[in-house]
């Protein structure tokens, strides 16, 4: 039977949580594929919801000074956190309201005792924090909430944190509004998740144009599987690492191209830089003078944007014309925008935008079809076409342009174009909020993770944990699980007790699984089958090892075909242990000894079911513990007592084979003997 082509209009969208098409060191979570088909898009572009053509979409250069006085995100930590902030919240606000005053002090105590590992500072910060949280300061509110649901100096409780998360979000705590919005989240309450992120989505979206810094997270991951990601971290140092050193030493030795990755590195913030627009306008410039092209786009929308620089329409027309003169087609979008609003040219030209971004959107630039998307949404200079928007909006959320994403997510939502799936909305809108100013906490929680302040690292991973970041779930609960032996985990009464520090861990594992981080699926698995923790639980186990080998895990695939082979939680089936043992090997060829030596044990078990050796080597696994402090320094994991056991048995099935083979040879010889 032949095979039918996919409808023309479908549209894969590839989506990381995360969105990993902007994270230059993104995680390993594998992402989520999406299949828009023909069936997903309404025919009728009249159906569904009204759609709010009221709203300015082209706002990438706005004029707007809100950031002076109202900040997007008040009550955040990250005025404390960062020294040279010009925050209202911490400059004046401060001053005048004792609330504030006495708010801003806990929580510069709270990071304080985290950092020095002094419980009794954690207890008086806290205390604080609450005084302030009674007399209904919503940021305080929001701090206690958390405080309430990791059972920091307090027994947890994860009611009263969401009420008080409740609090908090009504008084205006964005913080809490993403807390809630995660929430309602894992319990599938998309009615309610959808309007908080979306609400948070436009925020994110409104901070890239006020804060003039491009939309740029950096999401490192600590660790790869169970190992430190050192390579990663090591180039994260920001002007420390020796790679940004030599970089700036062949800038400053005049090499253009140096001058450029320098700019780029301060404009965006990357590798620990803290971001810094002039330096960047200054790197960018030289690179200019000394004859390459490649920071004339960059330069163009630092002009457009006033970011770094005062605001100059004309210089960014004159860069952006230049560039798209050397075939830097993303320029193409910057000047279809100026002549949109007709900034810096004689005067509004639709036509010409359209061709602009028509140029960009045919050389793969994400820009370009989220813009024409935005033209045939609006019928700005073309006709009204959902259809047609709803595919450019489709094409560019696929590269992970964040106002593609929230468009999409809207057109979901409203039922616009697209059938409507509250689901999908939410997915999409989660993406773009978490884009929002918040998520600066992850660079303030891997500088402190550098300099070695677990705690101070720990206490802010674990704060973005709670707002549904995957990376810093995964984070904050390798952290517990690496530095166990020292001070770094804050419980009920003091230190965290062992039993607490592995019910937080297992807590923030299960939720980055949950998110798709495979790794964080099978240390559950682990921890449900060795018993850490929490009680041993093998039908658990085996569950997690399912959600991990759906990603196409090896290691998940072999621990099926273990539990299969000896019936643990899972139905005692040889040929079923027999195709996730070959799976594993498909997936991964460094599993090819363990799979071997698996597949020896299972030919063993078929052959002498039930004999004293099978029963044996059962035994091993249950007599390692008792010798583990002799072949600790052996073996250094006890998850290899499983490969000792395979060993064992493929030594005796060689052993057995060569006793086959001697008794065939001996019944060939016999006739003869009995001729004789």
């Known amino acids: 039977m032949a095979r039918r082509r996919p409808p023309r209009l479908v549209r894969l969208l590839l989506f990381l949580f995360a969105v990993s098409s902007l994270l230059p060191f993104s995680s390993s979570v594998r992402p989520f594929v999406i299949v828009i088909s023909n069936d997903d898009l309404i025919k009728d ?34 005025s404390i956190l960062d020294p040279f902030s010009s925050s209202p919240f911490l400059n004046s606000s401060s001053d005048s309201d004792p609330l504030e005053s006495l708010f801003i002090s806990g929580i510069r105590s709270m990071l304080s005792a985290a950092s020095s590992a002094d419980p009794s500072a954690m207890a008086a910060a806290a205390s604080q924090i609450e005084a302030a949280a009674s007399a209904g300061l919503p940021h305080a509110q929001s701090t206690l909430a958390f405080l309430h649901s990791h059972g920091i100096l307090r027994p947890q409780n994860r009611p009263k944190s969401f009420l008080f998360h409740q609090f908090a979000a009504e008084g205006g705590n964005l913080q809490s509004k993403m807390a809630l919005g995660y929430t309602f989240f894992r319990q599938d309450m998309h009615e309610k998740a959808v309007v908080l992120y979306a609400e948070l989505a436009e925020a994110a979206l409104t901070s890239f144009v006020i804060s003039k810094d491009p939309p740029v997270i950096e999401a490192i991951r600590l660790h790869s599987g169970t190992e430190e990601n050192k390579d990663v971290l090591r180039k994260s140092r920001g002007e420390d690492d020796e790679d940004f050193q030599i970089t700036e030493y062949q800038a400053q030795r005049g090499n253009s191209m140096s001058m450029f990755k320098i700019g780029l590195l301060y404009y965006y913030g990357l590798r620990g830089l803290r971001r810094d627009l002039k330096k960047a ?26 970011a770094g620089v005062e605001r100059n329409y004309t210089k960014a027309f004159e860069c952006l014309s230049l560039a798209v003169k050397h075939q830097y087609y993303s320029a193409y979008n910057g000047l279809g925008y100026l002549y949109v609003k007709g900034y810096g040219v004689e005067k509004k030209n639709l036509t010409k935008a359209k061709e602009y971004f028509e140029i960009a959107a045919a050389n793969k630039e994400s820009g370009g079809h989220y813009n024409l998307g935005v033209l045939y949404l609006k019928g700005l200079g073309v006709k009204r076409d959902v259809r047609a928007a709803c595919n450019l909006f489709l094409t560019a959320a696929n590269d992970g342009q964040p106002k593609a994403l929230y468009q999409v997510a809207k057109l979901f939502q409203k039922g616009i174009g697209l059938k409507k799936n509250l689901y999908m909305a939410t997915l999409l809108y989660k993406a773009v909020a978490e884009r929002g100013p918040w998520s600066s906490l992850s660079r303030w929680a891997l500088e402190s993770y550098l300099k070695g302040d677990m705690g101070k690292a720990l206490l802010l991973y674990s704060r973005m944990a709670e707002l549904g970041y995957e990376v810093a779930q995964s984070n904050a609960a390798w952290i517990l699980d690496k530095y166990e032996e020292q001070s770094v985990c804050m419980g009920e009464s003091g230190f965290c007790t062992d039993t607490e520090r592995h019910i937080r861990a297992h807590s923030l594992w299960w939720q980055a699984s949950e998110q798709g981080n495979e790794h964080a699926a099978l240390l559950i698995g682990d921890a449900y089958y060795y018993g850490r923790g929490i009680e041993r639980d093998y039908e658990r186990a085996a569950e997690a090892y399912m959600h991990a080998q759906s990603q196409s895990n090896a290691q998940a ?94 030594l005796t099935v060689l052993y057995l084979r060569e006793r086959q083979r001697r008794q065939a040879a001996v019944l060939v010889q016999q006739p003869d003997d009995l001729v004789n």
Not at 281 to 306: I, N, Q
């Open 45 to 78: 572009s009249s159906s569904g919801d009204s759609f709010d053509d009221s709203s300015d979409d082209w706002d990438d250069f706005s004029d707007s000074t809100r950031a002076d006085d109202h900040p997007i995100d008040p009550g955040s930590w990250l």
């Open 281 to 306: 306008h200054y790197w960018f410039s030289k690179s200019v003078e000394k004859g390459d092209t490649s920071s004339l786009e960059l330069l163009g929308e630092m002009y457009a944007r006033g």
């Open 557 to 650: 695939m072999f621990n099926l075909g273990y539990m299969h082979e000896h019936g643990f939680g899972l139905p005692l089936d040889l040929h079923l242990a027999k195709r996730y043992y070959d799976q594993a090997l498909q997936i991964d060829a460094q599993a090819k000894l363990p799979v071997t030596l698996a597949l020896t044990s299972l030919w063993l078990r078929k052959n002498y079911a039930g004999s004293f050796l099978v029963k044996m080597i059962d035994s091993l696994p249950e007599v390692y513990p008792r010798i583990q402090e002799w072949v600790e320094d052996v073996l250094m994991d006890e998850g290899n007592a499983t490969i000792l056991t395979l060993f064992a048995c493929l």
